[in-house]
């Protein structure tokens, strides 16, 4: 379960999550993810990178 809001700048990331991981896993580039989604912030991006699903 991904935070619904940045734990630094509480900037809404939730309703983004599904759609970075379905273009991740189609090969996209992160980078590239993140800049069509406009999330230009380090904190919100490093929310998507490092988030780890523990939840089945």
Do not use: L
Not at 5 to 33: L, V
Not at 44 to 50: A, E, G, N
């Amino acid at each position: 379960m991904i935070p619904i809001r940045c734990m630094s700048c509480g900037k809404p990331i939730s309703a983004h999550f599904d759609e970075f991981e379905s273009r991740k896993a189609d090969g996209e580039d992160p980078k590239d993810i993140f800049e069509d989604m406009n999330i230009k912030r380090y904190c919100c991006r490093r929310m998507f990178i490092t988030h780890v699903e523990v939840w089945e």
